[in-house]
């Protein structure tokens, strides 16, 4: 199939659990492919290097950076963390569609990069259960805690730039309804041209 | 649930098979509607009054259309078809989803009274299948045939006017197709204003 692939933007604020939404929609079409990033940080305990992230050094990072190969980097305190774009170029023009999990000032970044890309915002269900998860992850540290909330919910009111955005209460039914986002989005008439006019003028 | 339903407009040229992709819809999906047109023309065997059509009279067509109850309507031969406004309202103000089987002409005017509306394209999957599908149903004149196939091709080359095109190769698989862009359409943020407002609200 000679069809470009998709590139979906996912953003979520902490909370709203899109890794594990992520997850699934990986287990559960085979096809999807899903851009790993950079970083500069430490791996931490559980975290797979080039499945979590590729965790490299800091003068590595820069010598990309300076090569021009992120689609978007940012600086989180004393870490680098970035989007590689040869890999998701890559992808797309073997027809992959391609996740990038991204936070709503690198989506920004990459809307302007490619403006036929997918944008879904997961939402947490209600800002008590954001909360609530929010106190189950987190260190007990009222303060910390209280900061993270705000931070989602900036976040969350910038949901408003995304095309789609998908309510994260039940799991299975939330990875249901990005795989029919994605679906559907491929049916655009857009991206059909090549089809239409097969239609029209095969005999 | 106070959100209001969507509109689908469904295309498609004779011998896409709207008509069987949107009968397993409404069996695969009970929550969709579909709205029924009217018709001065006469029933034909097999035909339900209320289900394929309401069966009426040209007075009464005629009364209605003065009153200005026709979303839209349309002259084919001697016979008026027209797709009532009120039932449509009903339907959407109640949350319902509501699929409009209609022409080319027809769905441009939908457009313009529901800019919101969700537009779908049925294609056959290839002109040689197409061609097949109308000979395998019409009468054997080969003119009749040249000229419906003719038709058929003339909308099909509208299609680019509609969001979303789907291909009925396989029933099932367009079937789905519909019901993800269903799904799809109403995860976008535009429909979704109140959810992501008490999201950031509510406590």
Redesign the interface.
């Known amino acids: 199939m000679a069809k470009k692939g998709m590139l979906i933007v996912l953003s979520g604020p902490s909370g709203s659990g899109k890794d594990t939404v992520i997850s699934e929609l990986l287990k559960k079409n085979s096809e999807l492919k899903v851009s790993v990033s950079l970083t500069t940080r430490n791996k931490r305990e559980g975290e797979i290097d080039g499945e979590s992230y590729y965790f490299v050094s800091r003068e590595y990072f820069q010598k990309k950076l300076d090569e021009g190969g992120f689609l978007e980097s940012a600086e989180y305190g004393t870490n680098l963390y970035g989007t590689p774009k040869a890999p998701v170029d890559e992808m797309l023009a073997a027809g992959k569609n391609v996740i990038l999990k991204i936070d709503v000032q690198g989506a920004e970044k990459i809307r302007a990069l490619y403006p036929e890309c997918v944008t879904?915002?997961i939402?947490?269900?209600?800002?008590?259960v954001?909360e609530s998860r929010l106190r189950g992850r987190a260190s007990d540290d009222e303060e910390d805690i209280q900061r993270r909330l705000l931070i989602a919910?900036e976040e969350?009111?910038r949901?408003?730039e995304?095309?789609?955005?998908?309510?994260n209460d039940r799991l299975e039914d939330a990875v249901?309804?990005v795989?029919?986002?994605i679906?559907?989005?491929s049916?655009?008439?857009l991206r059909?041209k090549k089809?239409?006019s097969?239609?029209?003028?095969?005999?």
């Not at 995304?162 to 309510?167: D, G, I, L, R, S």
């Open positions: 879904v915002f939402l947490p269900p209600s800002s008590r954001l919910k969350i009111r949901c408003v995304y095309t789609y955005v998908v309510v249901d309804d795989l029919a986002i679906s559907s989005e049916h655009k008439t059909n089809i239409i097969e239609v029209i003028n095969n005999d």
